[in-house]
Each structure stands twice: as C-alpha cells, then as structure tokens.
C-alpha cells in the first residue's frame, strides 16, 4: 500500500510536466509554422512580382472599397498594380498575372506607323466619382464588381453600356491628351532611330497639335516621404514611362527620354525639394555640355521639401501634403507660363596650402550664406544623418530648426562676423555694420516662405527678381533677428545688389550653405559670378499671403 501510494504522486508530476511541455511547445510550434508559412508566401508574391509586367505592390488593407478581378469577392487586402489598377486577392495573384495585360509602354509587332490604339479596358474599381460615358449616369455605385474603365483615357463605362463597338474604339486618351506619351509614339520613334532619322516632328500630329508631353522626376526621400504615393498615381493617369524614381535612376539618365521627343515640347515636373529641383538642373546643364541644347525641358516643381522657397517663388506653393487632387496638378503644368531662373557659379577657395588645393564650385538656385542659418541647416543636417527616420515630416523638420535656432539665440556661435570677413560687390568694398550673418539671394523668398529683401516692405526697396542678373546681399544680427524677420517684426541690413559678389573669411572657422547644403569651412575667398539660365515653369494661381506685390515683378 506504501508502494503504490509513492507511485501515484510520482504519476501526477510526470502528467504535469507533459501537459507543462505541451502547452509551452505547442505554441511555439505553431508559431514557427505560421511564420515558416508566411516567410515561403511571400517568397512566391516576390517572385511574381519580380517576374511580372504589372508594378504589383502589396497592401494590408485597401483604402476603398475592393473586388478581386479574378474571382470578384470583396477583399480588405491583397495585391495592386500602380499602372493599370487592376485589384487582385493574394490566391488569385498569379492567374491575374497571367490573365490580364498592363499598359503597353510601346507598340510592338506593329507593322508600319500606327497612329491610334483601341481603348485598354479593366473591370471593376471604378472610381466612384465617374460618370459613364455613354449614359453619363454615375459608375461602381453597386457592391460588387462591375463597370469598366480604360487605362489610359480613365473613361468609364456602364455593364449594360459596354458594346462591342466601345471595345475597338480608338482611344482619345481623354483630359491629358496633350501630356501623355502614346506607345505608338514611342514605336515610330524607335523605328525611326533604327533607321537613322532624326525629324521626329513629323510623327507629332498623330498625337496633337498642342502636344506638350510631361516628365515626372519624383524623388521619394523627400521632406514629407510623400514622393512613392505619387509615383503610382501619375503612372494610372500618363504612360509609365514618363514617370521615375530618382532614387533609382539619376536625373541625367532620365532625362535622355527628352531626346525621343520634339524639340522645345518637353515639361519636366519635379517632386520634391529644393534640392532635388538643383539636382535636376544640373543635369539639364549636363544635357547643354552633351550639345542637347534644343531638346532642353521647361521645369515645374510640386513642393515635398522642408523649405521649398524655389517653388515658393516660382508659384507653386511652400509646401504640398496632398490637398490638391493629382489631376489638378497635371492641369496647372499645362496651364504654367515659362520664365527664365538665374543660376550662379560659386567658388570656394581655400587660403594656405599654397594654392594646390582645387577650389570647390557649387552652383547656386536660391541662395548663399555664413552665419547663424547656416549653422542652423549644418547641426539640422548633422542630426538627420545619424538618425534620418525621425525625419519624415516637414513639421518636425522645421521644429528640429527651431530648436537649434534657440540654443544659437543662447550661444551666438557667429558674433563679430564683421570683423573676420570682407566684402565686395561688383568689386567695390563694403563697411560692414556690427553682424552674425551674411545671407546673397538669387530668389525672393528665404527661410521657408519669408521675402528677406523687402522685409516689411515699409521702405521703398526694389522687388528681387530671379531673371535680371543680380544679387541681393543682407546681413542679420543673429538667430533672433532672423526669427523676428520672419514673423514681419524687423527688417534685415540692406547691403546691396551686385552682378558679382567676392567674401574673403580672413580667419577662424564659419558655417556655410549653398541651397540648403552646409559644412564648416576655414580661412577662403567666396566669389559668386553668374553662370547661367534655367528655364522654368511660373504657375500664378499658388501664392502666399505677402504675394501679391511681388507678383506684379514676376
């Protein structure tokens, strides 16, 4: 009786034990499956990706209401194509790969030189603001999939409207005929490359007379991370090929698409900041170097940077976060007047070393300055490389800016800059006042959206332009002066305009920035001299309360 009850505890605790270990195992194991699972499906998405035609991206939950094309069930999430908009469940991912066609960038296995296409219809998530095109009555109203819509002229198209004489109809390519790039278009022209002939002209009225074709250089690391959303909504309304990632392709590569295309036509929209836009232009001079000057682009900006005074001037705003619709935009670069962009040569040279140090050359868009901006913009730049993630908004940009701005009013790092520099516009010596800074504008605003040389515009001080080939030159006292200009509470110290600018920094070490570009340079001669001309695109609707004068100017 001893033995057994001995036994029957002994029992209990290896019971326990077994069912501890299951317990504690079983989850885990469960665990490891789903996640081995999960790990080989997206495995199989990323290979259908890589190996599609279609621009898949995959999301976990689709911001409006979706149907698989496939199989035409309700879906939260699953795979989307940013050119077509084809909407597809992650079962039917590779039958709706293989089943259905995405844009055609070009034409091919046509014989001879098409000058029309038929429309290219998909089924289903319609817009639920279109109209049909043959009843005119609203479109994807029902709960489910139906309605048709093209991909290129984004018409739609009623179930019970569809006829077999829509489904070969020419395309018209709808509202931005005049901005897209047909694929036949583009087979002419490689026809004709093949064949040696440049007179590219010729194939322009099988589009339109007012063809006036657009470039999308979006580069998504920008201010606000906004430029990957744009990058698919500019794909569905033009032809993908007229849309890049600079964050995958240089600017001077993309821009050899201009050569395809008719001389003096091409428009360039640029997404992004101040930087990107100067990025951009350098590249333009590129194409001027190459001798393709003719088929140089007009550039239009949509503001995705912290600043963004370039796009401020040229009147398209301080700064975009999605309140105008995609489609308007593309209506403002059709409708924006060409303008002319001074672009500046700046020299950089270091003293000592017996002059066998090359001297640096930036080329200036906006502006140049030493002092308390500049240090500013270098200890902002400095923080956003060790952590760069925290950096995703313009709002905490300019909150990091305003937190160095603060501690500079506290330190005065740039007192008595007077003392250590010279200054010289058109070669005549200036006097300078008691000074931390020293600010040369090209453009009329500065510091986010502030006009720097007129100030509060209560004393009878010319306009700055950015086309008469001269230079604006001011001085501030400190950070809080600036901030004080920059809420219209004081005006900056006038020190002229020149053609030509020469600042010798005779001792110590000062902060510097070219365009939003700082570092902290010893002992040199800055000379600013013109260098050239950017053609640009001016829009007038997109101006900031204190704009109204300087409109008059532009």
């Not at 995405?102 to 603001?129: D, F, Q, T």
């Not at 902290?520 to 704009?547: F, N, R, W």
Request: charged share 20%; proline share 5%; net charge neutral.
């Amino acid at each position: 009786m001893e033995g057994s009850g001995d036994a029957s505890p002994a029992g209990a605790d290896w019971r326990l034990v077994l069912w501890t270990l299951c317990s504690v195992l079983l989850p885990v194991l469960i665990t490891a499956w789903c996640s081995f699972q999960r790990s080989r499906r997206q495995l199989l998405i990323r290979d259908i990706f890589r190996k599609s035609k279609h621009d898949w991206h995959y999301t976990d939950l689709f911001g409006s209401p979706s149907y698989c094309c496939v199989c035409a069930q309700h879906i939260l999430r699953g795979a989307f194509c940013s050119c077509c908009g084809l909407r597809v469940c992650e079962p039917c991912l590779k039958k709706a790969d293989r089943r259905f066609l995405c844009k055609e960038i070009m034409m091919r296995g046509a014989a001879g030189a098409p000058s029309s296409m038929p429309h290219h219809w998909i089924r289903g998530n319609v817009p639920l603001c279109s109209c049909c095109m043959v009843c005119k009555q609203q479109c994807g109203t029902q709960p489910k999939l139906c309605d048709y819509r093209c991909v290129w002229c984004q018409y739609t198209v009623h179930d019970e409207c569809m006829v077999d004489s829509l489904r070969t109809e020419d395309c018209t390519f709808g509202e931005f005929k005049d901005l897209i790039i047909p694929p036949y278009y583009l087979s002419a022209i490689n026809q004709m490359r093949k064949e040696k002939r440049t007179s590219y002209e010729k194939v322009v009225p099988y589009c339109s007379k007012h063809w006036m074709p657009i470039m999308v250089l979006a580069n998504t690391r920008s201010g606000t991370n906004m430029g990957e959303i744009f990058l698919g909504e500019f794909k569905m309304l033009l032809n993908p090929v007229q849309v890049f990632d600079l964050s995958k392709i240089a600017p001077a590569k993309a821009l050899q698409l201009c050569t395809w295309l008719p001389c003096n036509a091409v428009r360039v929209l640029v997404c992004g900041g101040d930087g990107t836009v100067g990025w951009v232009l350098d590249a333009i001079d590129e194409m001027k170097i190459k001798g393709q000057e003719r088929y140089i682009p007009q550039v239009a900006v949509l503001p995705l940077g912290t600043g963004n005074d370039l796009s401020n001037t040229l009147g398209w705003g301080a700064g975009y976060a999605g309140e105008v619709p995609v489609e308007q935009i593309l209506r403002n670069v059709m409708e924006a007047d060409g303008i002319k962009l001074d672009r500046w040569k700046v020299q950089v040279t270091n003293k000592g070393y017996y002059n066998l140090r090359k001297p640096k050359v930036f080329t200036m868009n906006n502006y140049f300055s030493v002092g308390p901006d500049a240090l500013m913009a270098l200890n902002f730049h400095a923080h956003r490389e060790k952590t760069p993630s925290l950096f995703s908004s313009r709002i905490i940009n300019k909150a990091v800016y305003f937190f160095y701005g603060t501690k500079d009013c506290l330190v005065q790092e740039c007192k008595d800059l007077n003392k250590k520099v010279e200054l010289e516009l058109d070669g005549e010596r200036i006097e300078l006042p008691n000074l931390e800074g020293i600010i040369v504008l090209n453009i009329g605003y500065w510091g986010g959206g502030c006009r720097l040389w007129e100030g509060m515009g209560d004393e009878p001080y010319p306009l700055a332009r950015h086309d008469d080939g001269l230079l604006e030159v001011v001085g501030v006292h400190g950070s809080f002066h600036c901030a004080q200009i920059q809420v219209k509470l004081a005006n900056p110290v006038r020190l002229g305009q020149a053609h030509t600018v020469r600042l010798i920094l005779k001792s110590s070490k000062m902060p510097m920035q070219v365009d939003g570009e700082p570092w902290a340079q010893g002992p040199c001669t800055v000379t600013i001299t013109h260098k050239t001309h950017a053609l640009m695109l001016y829009h007038s609707g997109e101006q900031t309360d204190d704009d109204d004068a300087s409109s008059l100017s532009e």
